[in-house]
């Protein structure tokens, strides 16, 4: 452990990623798409004056001997668009055409075939301005809606239908100025940017379209989505859609219809996994082979049902790599950051409400977000971050404060909590600048600052509040001491960058999710075997894309769970008990956490897609279930020398949970009631 002190300043590296040039020439054989007239496009951006330029915060996580992710034409194979199919063939015999009956997407084993390049459109960037940080070069780019395409002379294009247009749900408030200067107000198809590299769904069903146009095989293989219909569905959008509205393709949980749309949900999910590019930054960290450790679960259970989704299209995701940008204060105040303030959503009722807003663009850049039930907390790009009482009497005024001025000083990850020693709530910070520092928000003023040797991603307090799980851009996972800072275990394993990690309330489960798509899950009270090597005692497979976002389920919310919600379209909810079953539930789009609500009962998902984004709810529904849970002492022995408690909660009785204070109020009761109906014994 370093000592706190000045943020590097070592010579920074730039990424070697392929430049505009070079992905021109590779996707020369690709048809091109004819730049449509920006007044053509129904956008709120046409109506705003447009700035003479607008400087993008940049900051990536990236490394000098990487691949620094996988664009069409690359020849590592290290992207999950080649190792879906592998996965999708290894365990024949485990059927996974699971009919989630409350709710959940029925999703089933698929044979693909390697996917055809995919040709992207990618909006205009100038030469980028390099700076001496080792992360991305700063971008100078005009926030013009118009779109570029790849010089190419290698092929004559043949008619290709016009661009979708990028709308802006007017009913959500969204201000046309403040749209026009969104950065990532197109997905992003162009590797020097920091929004997502793969489409949003409008997007990908009109490449998928127009693909098939030049690709005889693709026409040949099935039916392709109608031009027109996904124009009509970016133009119609709902604003909510129910449990009771579902009618499997032909209204989903999106409020899509397949069915009118000519293709099945089967065939665009098979469709999306084979044209999905998962980012790595080490080559290959994403592969699969026989002889891997990882396991991909059967999809048999069912703890959540679908509730809601409140479509909304002024959600905000700036950095593709940071992905905890909701905040869950309680059932009723859900945050995510949106073009000039943060939202409050209530997904009980639809409705929205400003919770703090910011004064200009830069400040309103937010790379991290998380609400407890009284504090608000976000921070940004410029190593700032602001903060609000919820309950104040104030209504939304903030207190702001600066991290660092470090010119890679993005706050990557921000965690609340109270101190060990009293009741003051403080927030451990995660930083770009290889910096860890603890706030206290009582007043104001940074407490402790610990300098690493990489940049910190996540981190995760442990429930004793002695420990700190913590991932950053390195494959090793860090155990640290949660007041000084010095690291205790250097836990190895993982192949890639880690950007999600979890402390579960046993005091003693830990789960670490990086890029190369695996779920790591460690024992605090055996981090490393006898011969001092580092042991897992489960490695979960992801199904597209690497976890950005694990949650474990409370203390006293029923059935332990592990939710894992990956860079897109995937939710995975875990057993987390025995790590060999879980539940899926898939929509289409870009993730932005996961969060619990009501102590448990409730899971609030953000979805960040530009036309199917928004807010949705699921509901637990095995209630009862643990009627039929055996608390007695196993006496076979588990694999590997593990040894799980036994308990059907994090802990071995329901004596234990009643007594526990960290357990969920509510839900206390309700056990309480069900232990006395049921004759158990206090």
């Not at 661009?163 to 802006?168: D, G, K």
């Not at 001025?405 to 609340?416: A, E, F, K, P």
Request: glycine fraction near 6%; include cysteine; proline fraction near 7%.
């Amino acid at each position: 452990m370093r000592p706190p002190n000045s943020p590097p300043a070592s010579p920074f590296l730039t990424p070697a990623r392929p430049q505009i040039d070079q992905d021109a020439s590779q996707e020369s054989s690709q048809p091109q798409i004819a730049e449509p007239d920006p007044s053509d496009i129904d956008s709120p951006m046409n109506d705003y004056h447009w700035p003479p330029l607008f400087t993008l915060p940049s900051t990536a996580h990236a490394d000098p001997d990487s691949a620094h992710g996988v664009q069409p034409g690359d020849d590592d194979g290290g992207s999950s668009a080649d190792t879906n199919h592998d996965m999708l063939d290894v365990d024949d015999d485990v059927d996974v055409d699971v009919d989630i009956e409350d709710g959940g997407v029925p999703l089933s084993n698929v044979t693909m075939e390697d996917p055809p390049d995919q040709d992207h459109v990618m909006p205009p960037v100038p030469d980028p301005v390099l700076t001496d940080h080792h992360d991305i070069p700063q971008i100078m780019t005009s926030p013009s809606p118009s779109i570029a395409v790849a010089d190419s002379t290698a092929a004559q294009p043949v008619d290709a239908p016009q661009l979708l247009p990028e709308i802006q749900d007017l009913e959500d408030e969204v201000d046309p100025a403040t749209t026009g200067l969104h950065p990532m107000a197109l997905s992003n198809a162009n590797p020097m940017s920091l929004g997502p590299e793969n489409p949003h769904v409008m997007q990908f069903l009109q490449l998928w379209e127009w693909q098939s146009q030049a690709d005889i095989q693709l026409r040949t293989a099935g039916p392709v989505p109608n031009f027109h219909e996904v124009n009509r569905l970016a133009r119609e959008c709902p604003r909510r859609v129910e449990y009771n509205q579902l009618r499997g393709d032909l209204y989903d949980l999106q409020g899509i219809s397949w069915v009118d749309l000519g293709v099945k949900r089967k065939s665009a999910r098979q469709r999306r996994m084979q044209t999905f590019h998962n980012y790595v930054n080490r080559a290959n960290s994403d592969s699969w082979h026989h002889g891997s450790t990882d396991r991909q679960l059967p999809r048999i259970e069912s703890y959540f049902r679908y509730k809601s989704m409140d479509v909304r299209r002024d959600v905000r995701l700036l950095h593709f790599q940071l992905r905890n940008i909701l905040g869950v204060a309680s059932r009723t105040r859900v945050f995510y950051p949106s073009f000039t303030s943060i939202k409050e959503h209530d997904p009980t009722t639809g409705r929205d409400k400003v919770a703090m807003r910011f004064e200009n663009h830069s400040s309103a850049h937010i790379s991290t977000l998380t609400a407890s039930e009284d504090i608000l907390i976000a921070g940004g790009f410029y190593g700032t971050y602001r903060y609000r009482h919820l309950n104040s009497a104030d209504g939304i005024e903030s207190h702001e404060g600066l991290l660092t001025s470090h010119n890679s000083g993005i706050t990557n990850h921000v965690q609340i909590h109270s101190s060990r020693h009293s009741s003051t709530p403080l927030a451990a910070f995660a930083s770009n600048d290889f910096g860890f520092r603890v706030v206290d928000l009582s007043a104001n003023r940074v407490t402790s600052e610990v300098m690493y040797d990489f940049a910190m991603n996540c981190s995760a307090l442990s429930p004793d509040m002695r420990l700190r799980a913590i991932v950053g851009d390195h494959q090793d996972v860090l155990i640290t001491d949660a007041e000084s800072g010095e690291i205790l275990q250097n836990l190895g394993g993982h192949r890639d960058f880690g950007f999600a990690c979890d402390w579960a309330p046993d005091g003693w489960t830990v789960a670490t999710g990086n890029q190369d798509r695996s779920i790591r899950i460690w024992d605090a009270r055996r981090w490393k075997n006898s011969k001092g090597e580092s042991t897992s005692v489960a490695v979960v497979r992801t199904e597209m894309a690497g976890a950005r976002s694990l949650r474990f389920s409370p203390l006293g919310s029923g059935k332990r769970i592990l939710v894992a919600a990956e860079e897109a379209d995937f939710i995975d909810l875990i057993d987390a008990q025995t790590f060999s079953t879980r539940q899926t539930v898939d929509i289409f789009g870009e993730l932005g956490g996961v969060a619990f609500a009501n102590g448990g009962h409730d899971l609030i998902a953000l979805s960040c897609d530009l036309s199917r984004g928004g807010v949705m709810h699921l509901e637990r529904c095995d209630a009862g279930a643990e009627d039929n849970f055996s608390y007695a002492r196993r006496n076979h022995r588990e694999p590997a020398g593990w040894w799980p408690s036994p308990g059907y909660d994090w802990m071995q009785s329901p004596e234990q949970i009643v007594a526990s204070p960290q357990s969920q109020e509510s839900l206390t009761q309700k056990r309480r009631r069900a232990a006395m109906s049921e004759d158990w014994t206090f």
